[in-house]
């Protein structure tokens, strides 16, 4: 092939470490089983996009992330005045496809009752009749979706595909544990959401001191030490001998001392999710609706994230039969991998064939 489509890829890796794993893993199941019929071109779609620099664009690709927020967000704002660039300079819309998008953590009461507003409702339609290929990580999202009338694919997300997992050797004895806290905002008057947060998560910790003294434990800030209550989280970590390991700005696979721990417990899903691909026991705490979205989707033991549950969590995590219980996740994690390659076969034919059709 002598000219090689141009599709730009919109990711949402800006600080946090779930974000980057998701961009990194995405990247590099792309480039392994499309990078020989198309040149990528890497854009991050949190930050107001050059219009400038959109030359020739033969496809889009929404890469993963909870971006389907209620309302119109900021990256949408902007995803959304690149395409009318592109469809008034062209006179016409290239197709524009997702790959594992999610929901966000905000409450909602119904699937059909999701979004907010006749704009952002246009925009997910639009994008979905360009292509009819909306490939989302969870079921959740599959209804929200359906609910509107925009037929998406349940793939899994982008973080499962492990590039090196056919190679990966299950843990033999479990000698350390990470543990992950949320992102906590400052502690406000009268912000119920916050305290709750920070509370459990000083119990979990004091809990799991106890319980795993023994052990090496770690402490995952996902997001850094952005907040002056995350900051209070870290010094009661030092204080307690605790290995602190900052996420923040790089892809969560690109820490080896994360690697090295035999299993994790937690709320924050992507190191729940790193963590099943190394093929170790990850205890997922519920927190919101993306972590309650993909226990819906793959099953893996889990609790609420909550200071009664924290023990329970502690106690389960202890448990040789929870711990066997995640030897079954391979199999959920394979299926949604070969979901992904071949959801991947059609959107390699959607592009070719949008090409020498003259993108029309």
């Not at 919109?10 to 998701?22: E, K, Q, V, Y």
Request: net charge positive; charged share 30%; aromatic share 10%.
């Amino acid at each position: 092939m002598d000219y090689k489509p141009k599709i730009y890829v919109l990711h949402g890796a800006i600080t946090n470490g779930g974000d980057f794993l998701i961009y990194r893993r995405g990247r590099a199941l792309l480039e392994s089983r499309l990078g020989a019929y198309f040149d990528f071109i890497y854009l991050p779609r949190f930050e107001k996009i050059k219009i400038s620099d959109i030359k020739e664009v033969d496809g889009l690709i929404i890469l993963g992330g909870p971006i389907l927020s209620r309302g119109l967000q900021l990256q949408i704002e902007n995803i959304r005045e690149m395409i009318e660039h592109i469809e008034k300079r062209a006179g016409f819309l290239p197709p524009i496809v997702t790959i594992g998008i999610g929901v966000s953590g905000e409450d909602f009461s119904g699937y059909g009752d999701y979004f907010k507003g006749e704009e952002v409702i246009e925009f997910w339609k639009k994008i979905y009749e360009s292509s009819r290929l909306v490939s989302v990580r969870d079921i959740e999202t599959k209804k929200v979706l359906d609910a509107y009338g925009i037929k998406a694919r349940l793939t899994g997300c982008p973080a499962l595909y492990n590039p090196n997992w056919q190679n990966v050797a299950p843990p033999g004895k479990i000698d350390s544990i990470l543990i992950s806290i949320p992102r906590i905002g400052s502690l406000k008057k009268y912000d119920v959401q916050n305290y709750k947060a920070f509370l459990t998560t000083m119990l979990m910790l004091k809990r799991a001191k106890k319980e795993f003294g023994s052990m090496k434990i770690g402490v995952a800030f996902q997001h850094g030490f952005s907040t002056r209550t995350l900051n209070i989280v870290y010094r009661f970590t030092k204080r307690h001998e605790m290995e602190v390991h900052d996420l923040s700005g790089k892809g969560i696979d690109e820490d080896k001392d994360i690697t090295a721990y035999s299993m994790h417990m937690g709320p924050r899903l992507h190191l729940h999710i790193y963590f099943l691909t190394l093929k170790k026991p990850s205890y997922l705490m519920d927190i919101d609706h993306r972590t309650n979205a993909f226990l819906k989707t793959i099953k893996t033991p889990s609790s609420l994230f909550t200071m009664r549950q924290t023990k329970k969590a502690i106690r389960a995590v202890k448990s040789p039969e929870v711990i066997q219980q995640f030897e079954r996740t391979e199999d959920e994690i394979n299926r949604f991998r070969k979901t992904l390659e071949l959801f991947l076969e059609d959107v390699k034919v959607l592009f070719l064939e949008n090409k020498e059709n003259g993108g029309r």
